[in-house]
């Protein structure tokens, strides 16, 4: 596994752990589909967004929904990563959907429901 594999491999792991409802370690099934990625050649903001989205929509369900477990797989974006790869957003939204995940986050570490 070349340098640049591992860094992509570790920026998206990074990315992934770091959303609100994710398990605290990757799985060897995670890294696979990481390095799946790469191989592909799907870059890091594509793939980013892709999270931010998935997460941001999780975070906009109705309060009175049922609630939904945690994520537990890289996989649960898999449909969301496809769709922003057909369907591109602005990259001035990233900002936006950074934003409401942090203070998803930052709710979530006081106490809070997201």
């Not at 920026?11 to 409802?21: A, F, H, S």
């Not at 998935?54 to 990563?81: E, N």
């Amino acid at each position: 596994m070349s340098d640049e594999s591992r860094d992509y491999i570790r920026t998206i792991l990074g990315l992934y752990l770091g959303l609100p409802e994710t398990p605290g370690q990757s799985s060897r099934l995670d890294r696979q589909l990481a390095l799946e990625w790469f191989k592909q050649e799907i870059p890091l903001p594509v793939v980013e967004t892709a999270f931010l989205l998935g997460s941001a929509r999780r975070l906009a369900r109705d309060q009175k929904a049922i609630r939904l477990g945690p994520i537990r797989s890289l996989h649960y974006f898999l449909p969301v990563l496809e769709e922003v790869r057909r369907t591109p957003l602005p990259l001035s939204y990233l900002p936006y959907l950074r934003r409401t995940v942090s203070a998803a986050l930052a709710r979530t570490r006081k106490g809070e429901p997201c």
